[in-house]
Nanobody, 119 residues
């Protein structure tokens, strides 16, 4: 089992920055990737960024060049640095971890943290 806790959300003006953190606990040895997803009201949950255990990052086109995902393996924590925020970035942001055991992937989710971009 893996337990994820997000923090760092809040209200920010357009053009501002926020840094989200995702603290993971539990059985971390077989975690192959961590990521961030977001869900705006009335919309589906979409991928924002992922990072593998080897450090390879992947981003949604809408956040490339503005967001940076990173991971501190020693601290079992993933981060999402969000710069140049836009109103359309407003959403609940969820942390995700993929646990691969015997070639089967198990996904874990945090409870989410609200990010609101508004003047």
């Amino acid at each position: 089992q893996v337990h994820l806790v997000e923090s760092g959300g809040g209200l920010v003006q357009p053009g501002g920055s926020l840094r989200l953190s995702c603290a993971a606990s539990g059985s971390m040895l077989s975690i192959v990737a961590m990521g961030w997803y977001r869900q705006a009201p009335g919309k589906q949950r979409d991928l924002v960024a992922t990072i593998t255990s080897g450090g390879t990052a992947n981003y949604a086109d809408s956040v490339k060049g503005r967001f940076t995902i990173s991971r501190d393996n020693a601290a079992n924590t993933a981060y999402l640095q969000m710069n140049s925020l836009k109103p359309e970035d407003t959403a609940v942001y969820y942390c995700n971890a993929v646990d691969r055991r015997r070639r089967v992937d198990y996904e874990y989710w945090g409870q989410g943290t609200q990010v609101t971009v508004s003047s």
